[in-house]
């Protein structure tokens, strides 16, 4: 969520954008102190509520 290529936190890989956006919806309203992604540092919560609305500019597109 924060290392190359990720922007925003926005990772490259994601199946569903709907279910994407939703786990981060999950992960704010637990309202943690700080987040520790699988790959990179330790971030805020304000960083994804601060980023949330990146993602309905997004455009996946189907693996060929």
């Not at 992960?27 to 700080?34: L, Q």
């Not at 520790?36 to 996946?60: C, Q, T, V, W």
């Amino acid at each position: 969520m924060n290392v190359f290529p990720s922007i925003h936190r926005i990772g490259i890989w994601a199946g569903r954008l709907e279910d994407y956006r939703k786990s981060w919806q999950v992960i704010i309203n637990h309202n943690p102190a700080i987040i520790y992604p699988s790959h990179g540092k330790a971030f805020m919560k304000e960083d994804l509520e601060k980023n949330i609305h990146r993602l309905e500019k997004l455009k996946l597109y189907p693996l060929k």
